[in-house]
């Protein structure tokens, strides 16, 4: 009856944004949208410099990883978090947070300002999941709503590069050092979150009867 209904409200989402899609692209009207969808879905660009703070630039650039291998980690990741979705005990929030998470770490066009929507969602889930207000997911949050290590960078005056223009920004080395830094917290938070889950699928899966003995 609950993945029934799960099942039901999947559809009808699903059919409201086919129907406005499609619509948009009869009509011509929102053409940005509907091209944008197509080509990051599609063709996402493979992302570099100190503009991008993404995981997927990270360790394209940093581990050497191939773009097929990056796609297949994207893929992997997101029906995980879809597989949660359906589970009865997964709570909304969780659900919201971790796609939000997956949009800051696999989108190809991530500013750094991206991270400050973690703000105000952290501050409902610290308020309405109790996985967020242990005392090490309370430290977690406070370091991912700091301002990023750049200004250590800066101040001490290392891999940075002062532009007449521009004004200072990170050498190479200096953005995989942010970048990492930046999303180092937001990983380890995902993993307390992602623990009592974890362990309570365990034990059901454990608590499971064999068909045969």
Not at 4 to 23: A, E, M, N, R, W
Request: charged fraction near 10%; include cysteine; aromatic fraction near 16%.
């Amino acid at each position: 009856m609950f993945l029934k209904k799960h099942f039901v409200i999947g559809l009808l989402g699903i059919s409201l944004f086919l129907i406005s899609t499609i619509t948009f692209e009869i009509l011509g009207v929102g053409n940005y949208y509907v091209e944008n969808i197509k080509y990051h879905l599609l063709t996402p660009s493979e992302t570099r410099g100190i503009d991008f703070m993404s995981l997927d630039a990270l360790i394209r650039y940093s581990l050497n990883i191939s773009t097929e291998t990056v796609k297949y980690i994207k893929f992997f990741c997101l029906l995980i978090i879809y597989l949660m979705a359906l589970k009865k005990s997964t709570h909304i929030l969780t659900v919201i947070f971790l796609l939000t998470v997956y949009f800051l770490f696999f989108y190809d066009l991530v500013f750094q300002y991206h991270f400050s929507v973690l703000g105000p969602l952290l501050a409902i889930c610290v308020l309405v999941l109790p996985q967020f207000q242990t005392k090490i997911a309370r430290v977690l949050i406070l370091i991912i709503n700091l301002p990023n290590i750049f200004f250590i960078l800066r101040f001490l005056k290392a891999q940075i590069i002062f532009d007449p223009i521009y004004g200072p920004n990170p050498t190479m080395v200096g953005w995989q050092v942010v970048s990492f830094f930046q999303i180092l917290p937001i990983i380890f938070l995902v993993l307390v979150v992602l623990t009592p889950i974890i362990n309570d699928t365990i034990r059901k899966l454990n608590n499971i009867k064999p068909l045969f003995k």
